[in-house]
């Protein structure tokens, strides 16, 4: 069946990075948009970043903008999320989503950013 499995998480000091992975297996990869979203404790989840099937089109959110940069390699069925001078609001659980025909999501890697 479809799974969707995040890593790369943890805890690093404000203007650290981290890249997060995602890697996908049971469903056409290459043909599913994906996204990063992530949720905060009382939040309402949220949109992060998201790329075309091929990798050729990427969008953020304004928050995230300049500081984190998606990727994704069709070959090995992985997503990336480049996370760079991180802040103490960027801590959230982040979680991978494909969508096309069906929508998946991942189980979520904790991200914290704290001093």
């Known amino acids: 069946q479809a799974q969707l499995v995040e890593s790369g998480g943890g805890l690093v000091q404000p203007g650290g990075s981290l890249r997060l992975s995602c890697v996908a297996s049971?469903?056409?990869?290459?043909?599913?948009?994906m996204s990063w979203y992530r949720q905060a404790p009382g939040k309402e989840r949220e949109l992060v970043a998201g790329?075309?099937?091929?990798?050729?089109?990427?969008n953020y959110a304004d928050s995230v903008k300049d500081r984190f940069t998606i990727s994704r390699d069709n070959a090995k069925n992985t997503m990336f999320l480049q996370m760079n001078s991180l802040k103490p609001e960027d801590t959230a659980v982040y979680y991978c989503q494909a969508v096309r025909s069906k929508t998946y999501w991942g189980q979520g890697t904790q991200v914290t950013v704290s001093s």
């Open positions: 049971g469903f056409p990869f290459s043909m599913y948009r």
């Open positions: 790329i075309s099937p091929a990798g050729g089109g990427t």
